[in-house]
């Protein structure tokens, strides 16, 4: 039915840019809300992405912007941007990423997801692996 959000893997699809909407913010991206229901596992409007092009150097994870997924209603602006499931940017963005409309984007939900922003663990899991004792590093601060 629709051909975007494609799932490459678990929590990270494929898709495109389809433009830009005045009634996103900065720091959301708005995606057909029938396609992301049919496609996807995301849940709109709580569900944060990073973006990757394909085309781009890649930044470090946790250095790429994060965005909330906004699912686009039919009586929205950008609705028509996302006809086939395509990602659509806040107009804000418009001069940060100038001539990207129709390509390939990689939205990663994994941290959304699996981390669920409790870096508690990440960082725990980090020091296990180094050999350092987190414990003994607070009794010491």
């Known amino acids: 039915m629709f051909a975007y959000p494609m799932e490459v893997v678990s929590d990270i699809y ?3 840019i389809g433009g830009f909407s005045c009634e996103l913010s900065k720091n959301e991206i708005g995606i057909n809300a029938k396609a992301l229901e049919v496609n996807t596992s ?3 409007n709580e569900t944060y992405a990073r973006l990757r092009f394909f085309d781009e150097k890649p ?6 912007r994060s965005f909330r997924i906004i699912g686009l209603e039919e ?4 609705y028509e941007l996302s006809s086939n499931g395509e990602v ?5 963005l418009e001069d940060d990423f100038k ?8 939205i990663n939900t994994v941290e959304s997801f699996r981390i669920d922003y409790d870096y508690r663990k990440v960082i725990k899991k980090i020091f296990d692996y180094a050999g ?7 009794r010491r601060n």
């Open 75 to 78: 009586n929205m602006e950008g």
């Open 59 to 64: 930044y470090p994870y946790f250095f790429r």
């Open 99 to 106: 001539n990207i409309v129709g390509r390939d984007v990689m």
């Open 132 to 138: 350092i004792c987190l414990e003994d590093r607070r």
């Open 14 to 16: 494929l898709s495109k």
């Open 88 to 92: 659509v940017l806040s107009a804000e």
């Open 42 to 44: 995301i849940i709109a």
